[in-house]
């Protein structure tokens, strides 16, 4: 008696490489390849546009996601702060630009912000918490703010040691303020969006240029598509850790430089800078304790934030000596 063999076959195996097959074909024809060109022309383009857009015609949008809410509306500048403002202006003046083009807005958090740029038609815009309108330490609205404790929303128990440090850390004099706002005055001064334009733009020009002389050095035309997909991938990688750190180089130059604009405006600037700085670095301690492991994993024990791969900025507490010495320097002149 023979026994009869059954044969089974495996459809969806033979289903996946017909298409797999039918897939490198199409990228192989004279359709797909106009299409792939067309759309790493697309992704590039939209990636390059971005910085323009974010500091030009998308930067009142830009103002709306980063302003700070109260009953679902935006709050006004308070005019004290106003005031405050227009005092720093008057100390930086300068031809190149006009006053009116620089906008002011209340941000949601404790830091400052910018973007846009006064050389454009929209102007720049410079965000300030609102901490920085109060005045003493009885003005802050305790009850709206909270911290994430271990990932989970609480209130904040002021009456510790940490958040009486926390209250103490909010309440900023004039001169730190002028300060802090003549820093952000200097990053909306400069042309940051066309160098962060021709970072990115960079990015996808070497990408497509590097692998395209590794597929013709290497032959890779000739070979599987994967070998092509690795050199692809490879490429893209290399080339992005290579314009992030450009990036990350360009942000804390101008970090740097802005602390010496505000400094040049006069020895008043130059006091509220390190007071300012201090207020920082105390403000990290106290929400590293406050926040439990979430603020163990975003701020060291010395108060600066905990950056694993990018360094966007110099630490705080090198800002903070460098100003100190810098006043020093000025006392002993004088």
């Known amino acids: 008696i023979?026994?009869?063999?059954h044969t089974v076959?495996?459809?969806?195996?033979?289903f996946d490489e017909s298409a797999m097959n039918k897939v490198i074909g199409w990228c192989y024809s004279s359709v797909g390849k106009r299409i792939q060109k067309s759309l790493y022309l697309g992704i590039a383009?939209?990636?390059?546009s971005w910085p323009f857009l974010y500091h030009g015609p998308a930067s009142e949008k830009i103002r709306l996601i980063y302003s700070f809410y109260r009953l679902g509306h935006p709050i006004h500048v308070p005019?004290?702060?106003l005031e405050i403002c227009d005092s720093v202006l008057k100390r930086v003046q300068s031809p190149q630009w006009n006053d009116d083009n620089i906008n002011f807005f209340i941000c949601s958090g404790f830091t400052t912000t910018s973007f846009g740029s006064v050389h454009m038609r929209t102007g720049g815009f410079v965000g300030l918490p609102i901490n920085m309108a109060y005045s003493h330490k009885s003005q802050i609205q305790r009850q709206e703010m909270k911290v994430n404790r271990d990932h989970v929303p609480e209130n904040i128990p002021w009456h510790t040691p940490e958040g009486q440090a926390?209250?103490?850390?909010?309440?900023?004099?004039d001169d730190a303020k002028k300060f802090a706002i003549g820093k952000e005055i200097y990053m909306i001064t400069k042309p940051s969006c066309y160098v962060e334009t021709g970072i990115v733009g960079m990015f996808f020009l070497n990408t497509y240029l590097m692998s395209k002389f590794l597929n013709s050095k290497l032959k890779l035309m000739k070979l599987g598509l994967k070998f092509r997909l690795i050199n692809y991938v490879f490429m893209s990688v290399l080339n992005l850790v290579i314009c992030t750190a450009l990036k990350d180089v360009n942000t804390s130059f101008r970090d740097a430089w802005s602390d010496k604009f505000a400094c040049n405006l006069g020895p008043d600037f130059v006091q509220g800078g390190v007071e300012y700085y201090s207020k920082c670095i105390e403000?990290?301690?106290a929400l590293r304790f406050l926040m439990g492991t979430n603020g163990e994993s975003l701020y060291t024990a010395g108060g600066n934030r905990i950056s694993f791969f990018r360094i966007k900025s110099y630490p705080l507490t090198a800002h903070r000596d460098e100003l100190q010495k810098l006043l020093k320097t000025s006392v002993q002149c004088e």
Do not use: E, H, M, P
């Open 2 to 5: 023979r026994a009869r063999r």
């Open 9 to 14: 076959i495996d459809f969806d195996s033979q």
């Open 45 to 48: 383009t939209v990636g390059v």
């Open 79 to 81: 005019d004290n702060l």
């Open 166 to 173: 926390l209250l103490d850390s909010l309440i900023l004099s």
């Open 283 to 285: 403000r990290n301690k």
